[in-house]
């Protein structure tokens, strides 16, 4: 059996930009804490708290794309030369039998020629998929113009032709040859890689897109309370938004049902809508809060409302309220709206229904009974669809393990044969 020697966690950033960011940096604690020795390699520089957790840095000191010239951002975003060749010279130098590899985002700087730089170690890597960047060339499903799910499948001609992305058509199909180009170099369906999903329909998802690679796995994310106690919800009023301030999630769907429904409500976060704010008087726009100041306001909210448009393959804020006993209002395009009502600590709504949306929050203002009951159910099965972070390294270790044995179990056989026909009797 092979111990694992070194992990190496590969990402954009060298810090959390974002929430893969946030569980980039999580998962590097978490193995960090149990005495691994970890490499980040990432598009960045290093930086002063992974240095202070003893991690080996290996830096491309590049740019994310928006932060580019055009030409070199077109150039780079499909094809990053310096990835390849500086991870296949880490590979290189550096490589053991005990080396496992967590590759994390890569569509901001690395590109898709991470998978290339990666083929010769394919078989001891695992990949988070945070998002749909792996099959969807704009990486949501969406249609941003309009804000709907898009159900095309990938590279199609219809796919081809939709004018889904955010910025222009030329980006669109600037991220439609960048996926021809990830499919070529990933070759997913013949990758030995382990792609980790962080909810079964998100699988299932990949799936119907045509996603075919052998090895897969659900590892939910880790979720921590906002609260060590149980949030009284069934004594509070208003409500509580908590994310980009945007129309992709919602936010002006949140802040118009408030406002119908005579409510007060939170947004916590930041973008473009918060330039509304004088047309909404019931609200109160924070910015973005850290987790301790986000907990102050949890404690007086009446349920959380998550009304995105766009496909939430997990929905962090939907569980970090649960698990601390605030009831939650989610878009039945969030993976988690279907667990949330079928375990009774919450509603499913229709973002396209906004006058239900409207009732559903008249209702919760109102019957103190229905907000305690879910307040207790949450803090009692919410904690069962997601992982502390504990427990969620743990899931990436026997991953890891589970990978290495079998790598070493091929490499047996190999010598095995190579001894069997060294030792065949040539005259038999």
């Known amino acids: ?178 996926h021809v180009h990830l499919n070529q170099l990933a070759d997913f369906d013949n990758n030995p890689s382990t792609f980790a999903f962080i909810h079964k329909q998100m699988r299932d998802k990949f799936v119907r897109s045509g996603f075919e690679a052998p090895n897969t796995a659900i590892i939910p994310n880790p979720v921590s309370a906002w609260t060590s106690d149980r949030i009284r919800a069934e004594e509070n009023s208003g409500f509580l938004f908590v994310g980009r301030v945007g129309r992709d999630k919602g936010a002006d769907i949140a802040l118009r049902a408030a406002r119908d429904a005579g409510e007060k409500i939170t947004i916590i976060g930041a973008g473009e809508l918060t330039k509304d704010a004088a047309a909404f008087p019931n609200a109160t726009f924070t910015g973005w809060l850290g987790p301790e100041e986000i907990a102050d306001h949890a404690r007086k909210a009446r349920a959380l409302i998550v009304p995105s448009r766009v496909t939430e393959p997990f929905g962090l804020v939907i569980l970090e309220a649960a698990v601390s006993g605030l009831p939650v209002i989610v878009s039945d395009s969030a993976y988690l709206s279907r667990d949330v009502d079928e375990l009774g600590f919450g509603k499913r709504v229709s973002v396209l229904d906004e006058a239900a949306l409207v009732d559903v929050l008249k209702t919760f203002a109102r019957e103190d009974d229905v907000i305690r009951a879910m307040s207790k159910r949450a803090t009692e099965v919410a904690r069962s669809l997601c992982h502390t972070p504990e427990s969620w390294a743990d899931a990436h270790i026997s991953v890891f393990s589970g990978k290495l044995a079998a790598a070493s179990a091929r490499q047996e056989a190999i010598a095995s044969k190579i001894g069997q026909v060294a030792t065949a009797d040539p005259c038999s």
């Open 1 to 178: 059996m092979v111990n694992i020697d070194r992990i190496v966690v590969i990402h954009d950033y060298s810090e959390a930009e974002g929430g893969a960011g946030t569980l980039a940096m999580e998962a590097i604690r978490q193995y960090r804490s149990r005495g691994y020795p970890v490499t980040l390699i990432t598009g960045e520089l290093s930086n002063a708290p992974l240095d202070a957790l003893g991690v080996s840095v290996v830096g491309l000191g590049s740019k994310s794309l928006l932060a580019r010239s055009k030409l070199e951002a077109l150039r780079n975003g499909i094809h990053n030369s310096a990835t390849i060749r500086r991870v296949r010279a880490w590979i290189d130098e550096n490589d053991t039998p005990g080396t496992v590899y967590h590759l994390n985002n890569w569509a901001q700087i690395l590109s898709p020629t991470i998978y290339k730089a990666l083929r010769p170690v394919a078989d001891r890597t695992l990949v988070t998929c945070h998002d749909f960047f792996n099959v969807c060339p704009n990486g949501s499903f969406l249609h941003f113009d309009t804000s709907t799910t898009c159900h095309l499948k990938p590279l199609s001609a219809k796919c081809f032709f939709s004018q889904c992305d955010r910025r222009s058509a030329l980006h669109k199909y600037w991220r439609f040859a960048r």
